[in-house]
């Protein structure tokens, strides 16, 4: 298997995964650069899996789906563009010999939804949309603190190597932020340095791992005393009213 990140937009990726004669696309917020692919690769288009209703997500369904036949298949608790095959937690998916596990990750939009493969002789993988980010995690524009702590702790529950996917290039400033909160941390000051210097070069930071989120991710790691210890000197108050967890994302939020 093939796993290619599509750069769309600003710094969206569309996830490709392929066998040489067929693919699936993950959140296609542009039909072009999947098309592009396909072509280049000699592929055929078999699946689409959304993982949420945003439009920089869901903008080339439509075209792709009409162009190439391509199955459609998405959170069944969001608006999405039809027709297409709807998924509850618990679900499976079978694309390219691969069953994917749906998991229901609300947080970023109340019906978001993961996928997660384990493929053979190869690390599994993990199309997280905008749940989970290298070095972060996606604002809460529909639900809670504690639906996005327990979306992330079920992602923080899968294999050490599996492949973290997420759908923005964002890993930079997540860990400018994450230096702040925990500057003692070995593991995120190596990180730092492999990231930079990997963007240095123009190449996508994608995919992390678990292991390396767990280590480095923040939000994660919010009930670590480092990491509470930083959330007190930024707001005690709270820390004590509303937990480690959403004061954190917060901070985040008024972090620049």
């Not at 769309?8 to 040489?20: Q, T, V």
């Not at 608006?79 to 990750?105: T, W």
């Not at 639906?147 to 702790?153: D, E, G, H, V, W």
Request: hydrophobic share 40%.
């Amino acid at each position: 298997m093939k796993l290619i990140p599509l750069p769309a937009f600003d710094d969206n990726y569309i996830w490709m995964l392929h066998d040489g004669r067929k693919a699936l696309v993950v959140d296609p917020g542009d039909a072009e650069p999947v098309l592009a692919a396909l072509q280049r690769e000699g592929l055929k288009l078999q699946g689409i899996l959304v993982t949420h209703h945003h439009s920089d997500h869901t903008g080339g369904v439509d075209r792709l789906r009409n162009s190439t036949g391509a199955s459609v298949f998405g959170p069944a608790g969001e608006k999405m563009p039809e027709p297409l095959q709807r998924q509850h937690g618990g679900d499976s998916v079978q694309l390219l010999g691969l069953q994917f596990q749906v998991l229901d990750v609300p947080g970023h939009t109340a019906g978001h939804i993961a996928y997660f493969a384990n493929i053979p002789h190869e690390a599994p993988v993990l199309f997280c949309g905008d749940t989970l980010f290298s070095g972060g995690c996606g604002r809460l524009f529909e639900g809670t603190p504690q639906q996005m702590l327990a979306s992330l702790s079920q992602l923080s529950a899968l294999p050490d190597a599996t492949r973290v996917c997420c759908a923005h290039e964002y890993t930079l400033s997540n860990l400018k932020f994450a230096v702040e909160v925990e500057p003692d941390n070995p593991h995120l000051m190596a990180y730092l340095a492999q990231c930079q210097a990997v963007r240095g070069q123009g190449l996508p930071t994608l995919p992390s791992t678990l292991d390396t989120e767990r280590k480095i991710n923040p939000f994660l790691r919010s009930e670590q005393p480092t990491i509470v210890a930083s959330v007190r000197r930024f707001d005690a108050q709270g820390l004590t009213s509303l937990g480690a967890f959403a004061t954190l994302r917060l901070w985040k939020n008024q972090y620049r």
